[in-house]
């Protein structure tokens, strides 16, 4: 690749497929126009966010009467049709490989993140179906339980995971799935943890220990990232950011929201690279997953400020690219192998 390309952004989390269901009635029609979209992620924005590779979120309500599976593969049908809608533009990834052929390509390289293991409606042969449709990483629960883990935002059931939940894990490193911690509550965190024999990620959440929140990690999580390998992809929401903003959502947002920059951002990053090491940072934005963002931070189009105000807090170009690409990358290619093998079958 080039030194642009290498430079590009790997982003853990984009909810373009929900918004586009809920906004556009799954329309994969004009995200290369030059007025943007209904969305915050476009393809131009994209282009000028310097992204090389976003995990697109693919996600069913966690909620009584809905078909997860259904709403699940819907999403997944969504992706497809993006990426051979525009294939000049994009182009489908399931390894570390695939993204960097992307990026030498000019594309951006688009992966499959499930979130929430509801998704697979208590049926291990169904995550193994999402895994050779080629979806890389499930997040285990979503805001409410599953039958078989505890969310970070529901009453705990289980303990953490339940005898089925361990398996799930098991299953998911043998398919080279990647094991996501965001959503889940520190208990499934701990084990996750103790069960996998792969890396993990958080493929959208900040630090709790800077913003005191149940969506955020832990330090004593944070510090087992070094031996476990694998990497928190700081989220950009508000309510994970900053206490005062989430106090005035959760309190019924009357009146004006108190003011939130790039530099909460910051705190979260800074936080992350002293507790878990500069080799276990990513980014995770959330972008069209919730409706408000940072100021700076209000679209794709933003990662390169965060980039300057992180240059401009101290952060080395070396420490920048592990952050952007490679640690993530890094943790795709501990699985890769894994991965492959499970899609020739």
């Known amino acids: 690749m080039t030194d642009a390309a290498l430079d590009g952004l790997i982003d853990g989390h984009n909810d373009l497929p929900w918004a586009a269901r809920t906004l556009a009635a799954y329309s994969v029609e004009g995200l290369d126009s030059a007025t943007p ?37 819907e999403q997944i049908d969504y992706v497809h049709r993006l990426v051979r809608r525009y294939p000049d533009r994009l182009a489908l990834a399931r390894t570390a490989a695939d993204v960097e052929r992307a990026g030498a390509e000019g594309r951006i390289a688009s992966l499959l993140g499930a979130e929430g293991g509801h998704s697979i409606g208590g049926s291990l042969a169904t995550l193994r179906m999402l895994a050779r449709l080629g979806v890389r990483y499930m997040t285990l629960t979503h805001n409410n339980n599953t039958p078989w883990a505890d969310s970070a935002t529901d009453e705990p059931e289980h303990g953490g995971l339940s005898e089925f939940g ?123 997953g919730f409706p408000a963002f940072p100021e700076g931070l209000g679209d794709v189009t933003g990662f390169p400020r965060l980039r300057a105000a992180l240059s401009a807090a101290g952060w080395s170009d070396a420490d920048l690219r592990k952050v952007w690409s490679d640690n993530v990358l890094r943790v795709l290619r501990a699985t890769d192998e894994r991965f492959l093998a499970q899609s020739r079958v």
């Open 166 to 288: 361990e398996a799930v894990v098991r299953e998911m490193n043998a398919l080279g799935m990647l094991v996501d911690l965001s959503h889940v509550s520190e208990a499934t965190m701990g084990a996750a943890l103790r069960v996998t024999d792969s890396p993990v990620i958080f493929s959208h959440s900040s630090c709790r220990a800077v913003t005191q929140h149940p969506r955020n990690v832990p330090d004593a999580v944070l510090e087992r990232l070094a031996d476990n390998g694998g990497v928190v992809m700081v989220s950009f929401v508000p309510v994970f950011v900053s206490r005062d903003w989430a106090d005035w959502w959760e309190a019924g947002r009357e009146g004006e929201p108190p003011a939130v920059g790039i530099e909460h951002v910051v705190a979260h990053f800074e936080h992350a690279r002293e507790v878990a090491g500069i080799d276990h940072v990513g980014i995770g934005s959330d972008y069209d």
């Open 37 to 73: 979209a209904p969305f915050q992620t476009d393809l131009p924005r994209m282009r000028q966010g310097g992204v090389l590779g976003q995990f697109w979120s693919v996600y069913a309500e966690d909620e009584p009467g809905v078909d997860a599976v259904q709403y699940t593969l």
